[in-house]
């Protein structure tokens, strides 16, 4: 499964490097998606089965966008620092400037702490073609529980740990909506047990407040 993953991986990665359309709905910062996911597990120590999630992705770049994702289901869930970075990196966008004081210093920090938070998951889109792009993702921090409860005899029946994540996500556009099927690979730093995920975002583009039209107005 591991094989066919990184197969799947490198088809679609050369799939946006060869493409001779490469007009993509021109991304820029504060642009965001705000999507939801059916997801198949595919990850012990209880392995195959459903959950529900949900992903917001800023764009800070024309082909950068830092995510915040959560995932929930019976006896799971994982969840990325992103998800507490991502909307205070969203409120710096409408932020001109920081009063020079203890309390504006206060403010900066913790902007700073936020903003490195969010960049711990990070997306790169790759145009295919004016409606269509590539994302390959990296999460270094995400945080995972999991439960098997008919394997409580078994020292490895709770997983509750940080863990690694890498995979690739389709973006299709139909005008505001963003069909996007994704698939990834994870393992956790303290057991090195690894496992995939497998679903599709449903999600809504929001332009953003910086985002100009075809006639240059905003």
């Known amino acids: 499964m591991k094989n066919s993953f990184i197969f799947l991986l490198f088809i679609l990665c050369s799939l946006g490097v060869y493409s001779q359309d490469s007009k993509l709905n021109s991304h820029s910062p504060g642009q965001s998606i705000l999507s939801f996911s059916p997801t198949l597990l595919l990850t012990p120590p209880n392995y195959m089965h459903l959950a529900g999630g949900a992903k917001f992705q800023l764009f800070i770049s024309k082909r950068f966008s830092i995510d915040g994702d959560l995932m929930i289901s019976k006896d799971y869930f994982h969840v990325s620092p992103a998800v507490i970075g991502v909307p205070i990196v969203l409120l710096a966008f409408n932020r001109k400037e920081v009063e020079v004081n203890k309390d504006g210093l206060i403010i900066f920090l913790f902007g700073v702490v ?12 790759i145009p295919v073609s004016g409606s269509l792009d590539i994302s390959p993702f990296v999460s270094f921090l995400r945080y995972k529980y999991a439960y098997d409860p008919e394997m409580e005899t078994d020292p490895f029946s709770v997983t509750d740990q940080l863990t690694f994540a890498s995979g690739v996500q389709l973006n299709k556009y139909f005008g505001k909506f963003v069909f996007s099927p994704y698939a990834e690979y994870n393992v956790g730093y303290k057991d090195h047990r690894s496992g995939f995920n497998v679903g599709v975002y449903l999600g809504y583009f929001f332009d953003g407040r910086y985002l100009k039209t075809k006639s240059g107005q905003q």
């Open 114 to 125: 936020s903003v490195i938070l969010s960049v711990e998951h990070l997306s790169y889109h």
